[in-house]
């Protein structure tokens, strides 16, 4: 009888370095790396790519992907990814915030970014608290969501509401694409690794700043296994942020970018 021909389902991608991952198990940081990863290497850009990496769990991301890095100031990687890719116009720049760096201390260069149209590409990663220092209330905190600052869950005649970012870049006329996907699912992460990709080819296509928002989890500051957190993230933040892509150049249908 012949041996039966080896057949590859999986290899790791080039993308990613061999660094084991300083991740808690079951964080969705690791899934959202290998999604960048993977679509970088598939679009052939692993070489011309710039990150611009945040604070907080992320921080130290740049020892796990494959490409050239510079590390930000908390919520600045919007500001330094604009003078990356004006100063490196043909290079593929993204910026990988979580919801604490982006949607609080950052919110104004994201803001910025967005409204000047930079060409520039930001992975928004949302588990709706800080994680890294401890899980305090984010901006992106749910109402009735309890973490370490809000004990008795959060409430919006004290602190307001969750700030929807997909939905909010999606009103800006510089953002040329914005989508929101999620990690809660294989189905969910490959949707998502769809949004990241096109995402970076609205880049290159020069049409302007694109955002795709991830909604991820935190097992160890959520208190959940990781198995239950994917659970919570399908129950409690898919319904309450908007999901999909909520604007896509005009240019890709086939007209005019709007
Ligand atoms: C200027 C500045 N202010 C505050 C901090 C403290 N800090 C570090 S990480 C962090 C929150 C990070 O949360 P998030 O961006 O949601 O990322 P996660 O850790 O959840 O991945 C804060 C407030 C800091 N490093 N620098
Ligand atoms: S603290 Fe939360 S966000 Fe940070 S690595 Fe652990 S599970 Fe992930």
């Given at each position: 009888?012949?041996?039966?021909?080896?057949k590859?389902v999986?290899?790791?991608?080039?993308?990613?370095?061999e660094?084991p991952?300083?991740?808690?198990?079951?964080?969705s940081?690791?899934i959202?790396?290998?999604l960048?990863?993977?679509?970088?290497?598939?679009m052939?850009?692993?070489?011309?790519?710039v990150?611009?990496?945040?604070?907080?769990?992320?921080?130290?991301?740049e020892?796990?992907?494959?490409?050239?890095?510079?590390?930000?100031?908390?919520?600045r990687?919007?500001?330094?990814?604009?003078?990356?890719?004006?100063?490196v116009?043909?290079?593929?720049?993204?910026?990988?915030q979580?919801d604490?760096?982006?949607?609080?201390?950052?919110?104004?260069?994201?803001?910025?970014?967005?409204?000047?149209?930079e060409?520039?590409?930001?992975?928004?990663?949302n588990n709706?608290?800080y994680?890294?220092?401890?899980?305090?209330?984010?901006?992106t905190?749910?109402?009735?969501?309890?973490?370490?600052?809000?004990p008795?869950?959060r409430?919006?005649?004290e602190?307001?509401?969750?700030?929807?970012?997909?939905?909010?870049?999606?009103e800006?006329?510089?953002?040329?694409?914005?989508?929101?996907?999620?990690?809660?699912?294989?189905k969910a992460?490959?949707?998502?690794k769809?949004y990241?990709?096109?995402?970076?080819?609205?880049?290159?296509?020069?049409?302007?700043?694109?955002?795709?928002?991830?909604?991820?989890?935190?097992?160890?500051?959520?208190g959940?296994t990781?198995?239950?957190?994917?659970?919570?993230i399908?129950?409690n933040?898919?319904?309450?942020?908007?999901?999909?892509?909520?604007?896509?150049?005009?240019?890709?249908k086939?007209g005019?970018q709007?």
């Amino acid at each position: 009888m012949p041996e039966a021909a080896e057949k590859c389902v999986f290899k790791p991608t080039e993308g990613l370095t061999e660094k084991p991952l300083h991740y808690c198990p079951g964080c969705s940081h690791g899934i959202i790396h290998r999604l960048i990863a993977e679509v970088l290497e598939e679009m052939g850009q692993l070489d011309n790519t710039v990150g611009v990496g945040p604070v907080g769990c992320a921080a130290f991301c740049e020892q796990y992907f494959n490409v050239d890095w510079v590390a930000a100031a908390h919520g600045r990687a919007p500001a330094v990814a604009t003078g990356v890719r004006r100063a490196v116009p043909d290079a593929v720049v993204f910026t990988y915030q979580g919801d604490g760096d982006l949607a609080a201390i950052g919110i104004a260069e994201a803001m910025h970014a967005a409204i000047r149209g930079e060409k520039i590409t930001t992975i928004f990663v949302n588990n709706a608290i800080y994680g890294m220092t401890g899980g305090q209330m984010a901006p992106t905190t749910l109402i009735g969501m309890k973490t370490t600052t809000s004990p008795y869950g959060r409430k919006a005649e004290e602190t307001g509401y969750p700030v929807d970012i997909p939905k909010l870049f999606s009103e800006i006329p510089g953002a040329a694409y914005v989508a929101s996907g999620s990690t809660d699912s294989p189905k969910a992460v490959l949707q998502t690794k769809k949004y990241i990709r096109r995402a970076f080819e609205t880049q290159l296509a020069g049409h302007g700043y694109s955002l795709v928002s991830v909604l991820s989890n935190c097992p160890t500051n959520w208190g959940l296994t990781p198995v239950k957190a994917m659970e919570w993230i399908r129950e409690n933040l898919v319904p309450n942020y908007t999901m999909g892509e909520l604007k896509v150049p005009t240019a890709a249908k086939g007209g005019e970018q709007a």
